[in-house]
Each structure stands twice: as C-alpha cells, then as structure tokens.
C-alpha cells in the first residue's frame, strides 16, 4: 500500500513495521557494507567539504588517500552522487571507536556495557563533540527509509530490508516502536513538521483500518 503526504509517497510499511537500530548487535555495518557510498547532493557534498579538515584526523590513511584521488564524492552506475568508498564498500567517513551503552537505558542495575571497535561516522562523532553544526547526510540519518524522485516529480520514501538490520528488528519489536516514530527527527528535518503531523494522522488511520 502507498500513501500520499502531499508530493511524498511513502510505503505503508514506514508507518507499521517496528525497527531501532541496536549498535550494540550490528556495531554500525551499514556504513561499511554495501557496493556504493551514501547518496548525497551537491549541498551535501559543499558540507562535507567545509568541514573535512576538521574530521580528517579520525580517518583511516585508506580513506584519506581516496579522498585525495577521487575527492569526497563519485557518481555511481546508477548516476547517483554517493560518498566515496574504500575497498569497494567501506564509506570513507567512518571511524572506529569502543561505546560505552548505559544498562540503566534496559532498566538494568549493571555496569556500563562496553562494545568494541564500533564503525561510528566521523561527521556524527565531530557534531555530538560540538565541532560541527552539520550533522552527516539526510540519506544516512533516514536509513533504513531510502529517498527518491521519480519522473512525475513526486518524492518516495521505502523501508529498505537488508540483513544487517536484522537486531534492530527485533529490538523494534521489542519497543513496539514504528519505523516513523524512530526516525521521527530525522523525517521533520527532511520534510518538516507540519508533514510529519500529517504522516502520524495517516498512521493512526491505517492502523484502526
């Protein structure tokens, strides 16, 4: 089923299936796995150029180095703008880091649990410090809602299913937390609040339907 929020359709499973990522199971595989980078525009792309020098020092030499010969961007064989890419798969801007997830968040009475060596991405990593005012990509901030514009004009958003999400899944169920509800901030930044209003009045209507 599809449903139309004014120029935005959007799959019927954004607003019924149950997902929230869990880092602690997938420790970020979406960044490093795949065969292309992360679709960005070319005010994206202005973004990550600007502040490059200051998340520079928390990549590998791999992914500086294909920095430096192919630039932050290349256009893919679909001739989308996507993020470069080490190895065929890796996104240049991830990094590596050990989190520490509060167990008070599971209503657990327990040390911190530590998870090791999770792929984080540079840019998040620099705005959560405050280093930055830009954030990363929309289109990674909406994953698993994957983007796109079709010939009519119009705008359409699908919930993309890939195994590496598998945990989240479970952890969404878990929450009884909507795809569209966990991506609420991310959805208003791209859409706006007014059409995010409109997106939970069609999810209350499909779901007494």
């Not at 292309?36 to 200051?54: K, Q, R, S, W, Y």
């Not at 705005?127 to 954030?135: D, H, M, S, V």
């Not at 598998?166 to 009884?176: C, F, P, T, Y």
Request: net charge negative; hydrophobic share 35%.
């Amino acid at each position: 089923m599809i449903i139309q929020i004014d120029n935005v359709l959007v799959s019927a499973e954004i607003l019924t299936e149950n997902f929230c990522c869990d880092i602690s199971k997938c420790k970020g595989q979406c960044c490093i796995e795949g065969e292309a980078g992360a679709p960005v525009t070319l005010e994206e792309i202005a973004l990550i150029e600007d502040n490059l020098d200051i998340v520079k020092k928390d990549l590998a030499l791999e992914a500086q180095l294909v920095i430096a010969s192919q630039g932050v961007a290349y256009t893919d064989k679909d001739g989308d703008l996507v993020t470069s890419i080490v190895n065929g798969k890796d996104c240049v801007f991830t990094c590596y880091q050990d989190i520490s997830i509060p167990n008070s968040e599971k209503g657990e009475h327990k040390p911190d649990e530590i998870v090791r060596n999770c792929c984080l991405c540079a840019y998040e990593k620099a705005y959560r410090a405050g280093k930055t005012n830009w954030k990363k990509p929309i289109s990674c901030a909406l994953y698993p809602i994957r983007e796109s514009k079709l010939s009519n004009g119009l705008t359409a958003l699908v919930y993309h299913r890939w195994d590496v999400c598998k945990d989240a899944i479970k952890k969404g169920n878990e929450l009884s937390l909507p795809l569209y509800k966990f991506l609420k901030d991310p959805l208003i930044e791209r859409f706006g609040e007014e059409w995010y209003e409109g997106l939970c009045t069609a999810a209350k209507e499909l779901t007494t339907q």
